[in-house]
């Protein structure tokens, strides 16, 4: 039997294009609520209640709710001055562990309806949650586990009481993007009138699982903020501070808020986690997260709030910076100038973007445009470059039409595809010489990086580790 072949279809079929395939993801991924988290990058804080009028950071509990009196409050300025600077979202303390609540609850008298504020008929969280809403910034709520004045804290009972608050919250509020709780959890207090040291078994007590259910039940896109997530975790300090190295991901079996000796591994990571639970960077604009007049004086500078930027987002953390409204319910002056210099500054160092003559790389996937090195300064996060999936390290290199001076590159990782690089450099050609002017661990959502004004032509990124083949989506020079 003779085979006859055809030699224009074998032409045909050794010319066709094979597709090449994206990365397979590097395991865990962000969810996709994750993802949009990452992209808010910076919101606002709000700790404005009890505490403001009694001049401390951590009420008794056995305060008179008619000390609550902002002559003024203004939530609209709040927002305003808030979406003027970028920020994305608000959270607020609706309770702290005083036990005093920023609404009418139904289930204690500790709180703003028997205030003076409106005659008792305010509701602070109504009010921001629908000044958010018509301004387009994200709500979430900060509502203590500990509580200071509940007689039944540390009891049973206190748990139903927590999460009957939880209920009316997420049933009048919503939506709410992000729920907030810490690990300061019982100590001496009020109680009803006991006055006593009250201890519980932080990892069991609350029975978190359960809350969690419940709350996600009524908010199924909702994420959650501890010491330990579940979805995401507090830093390790309140100084504004992330690891240089910073990965997403830890392993949360054995975690809870509140743990003894962890705040290293919170701060960092850990490059073999098996959850996706970033870190969100929580610091005040004041020494204290409650306002007081006598630091009107030590407000944080613009400079001051530019290095915190660059050491939380510029790590690729979230910053959440509290801003603490003034006894009148108003954002002082003091802190507006300082938030207003912190725009100045991110406008002057990040507005006046680099063009980039050419860019060229050592591999790109398969030789496929879908992954080619030009994609990573088409501003467009979507698309990406990535390497042959053996090709481990790989080498970038930009330049430039004239000698240029560079202040900042931001780099940032496909996090669709997991946390990948371990390792980079990067350098600058000096002349005849190629120097290197930043080197990194890892890069997660956004990793900036300070040239200190190198002049240079051409800039050369090195990828000397990674879990596995490298996926950037976006390099840009300022």
Known sequence: ???????????????????????????????????????????AFIHCSINTFTDKEWGFGDENPKLFNPDSLDVKQWVDVFKEVGMKAVIITA??????????????EHSIKN?????????????????CKKVGLKFGIYLSPWDRNHSRYGHPEY????????????????????????????????????????????????NWPGTIKMVQEMEPKILFFSDAGPDIRWVGNERGIAGQTNWNTISADTLYAGKPG????????????????????????????????????????????????????????NLLLNVPPDKHGRIAKEDIRSLRGLKELLDEKFSRKIVASHITSSNYRGNSKNYRPENLIDSDYDTFWSTDEVEINATIEIGFEDLTEINFIVIKE?????????????????????????????????????????????LRIKVVDAKACPVISEIEIY
Not at 191 to 201: C, F, L, M, T
Not at 434 to 452: D, F, N, Q, S
């Open 115 to 131: 205030s003076l504020y409106k005659n008792g008929r305010g509701d602070i969280l109504k009010e921001l949650s629908d000044a």
């Open 95 to 108: 309770k702290h562990h005083d036990g005093f609540c920023l609404w009418p609850s139904a289930f204690t």
């Open 414 to 458: 496909t996090i669709q595809l997991g946390q990948r690089i371990k390792k980079f450099t990067i350098e600058a050609k000096v002349g005849a010489d190629w120097k290197k002017v930043a080197e990194g661990t890892t890069i997660g959502y956004k990793r900036i990086l300070p040239l200190a004004g190198i002049q240079t032509n051409k």
């Open 159 to 206: 748990i139903d009481y927590y999460r009957n608050q939880l209920k009316e919250i997420f049933t009048n509020y919503g939506p709410v993007f992000e729920m907030w709780f810490d690990g300061a959890n019982g100590g001496d207090g009020f109680y009803g009138g006991s006055n006593e040291v009250r201890r519980i078994d932080r990892a069991t007590y609350y």
């Open 262 to 317: 962890i705040t290293e591994l919170l701060n960092t990571g850990s490059e073999e986690g098996i959850n996706w639970i970033p870190a969100e960077v929580d610091v005040s604009i004041r020494p204290g997260w409650f306002y007081h007049e006598s630091e009107d004086t030590k407000v944080k500078t613009p400079e001051e709030l530019f290095a915190i930027y660059l050491t939380s987002v510029g790590r690729g953390s």
């Open 1 to 43: 039997m003779k085979i006859i072949v055809c030699i224009p279809f074998l032409l045909w079929i050794s010319c066709t294009p094979r597709k090449i395939s994206a990365p397979a993801p590097v395991f865990p991924i962000p969810s996709p609520e994750q993802f949009t988290w990452h992209n808010l990058e910076f919101y």
